[in-house]
């Protein structure tokens, strides 16, 4: 079981859209990514009690659209709405299985982490995609 944490993609565009690279495609540019994720896995790992797995999906519709990142095994890291909501709002958070399509994020331990890479070796990131006129969920980009 994982502990789910959902972001709204909104949210994350927000906070995080100013990290973008000057005139860069937005459905292509990961650098706000790498700022929540530079912002979020430190705070995990500071409160983590255990060693856990973080992966991460696009879920959502027509209505908008949330970055879940789940935390296996559940309670791992104790208070991870609290680390996370400063950083980004936290939409939801749920307990259930990981998604079987889901992709690497990260390695945590306590005071620690590493980023996760997946079956090819590749570091997965996730676009945020162009705030209006962008239909469907931002996708996911494997980089070397």
Not at 23 to 42: I, N, S
Request: charged content about 20%.
């Amino acid at each position: 079981m994982a502990e789910v944490l959902l972001f709204a993609l909104d949210d994350l565009r927000a906070r995080f859209g100013l990290a973008a690279a000057a005139g860069a495609d937005p459905r292509q540019d990961t650098g706000p990514f790498r700022a929540f994720r530079a912002a979020l896995l430190p705070a995990l790992a500071a409160a983590a009690a255990a060693e856990a797995e973080a992966s991460m999906w696009w879920e959502g519709g027509f209505n908008g659209y949330a970055l879940a990142v789940a935390l296996e095994p559940a309670g791992a890291v104790p208070g991870a709405e609290a680390r996370a909501g400063p950083i980004c709002p936290v939409d939801a958070v749920r307990l259930a299985p990981a998604r079987r399509d889901r992709y690497p994020l990260a390695r945590l331990a306590p005071g620690r982490y590493e980023l996760a890479r997946d079956e090819t070796g590749a570091l997965v990131e996730a676009p945020f995609g162009a705030p209006t006129g962008h239909f469907g969920a931002p996708g996911m980009r494997r980089l070397p």
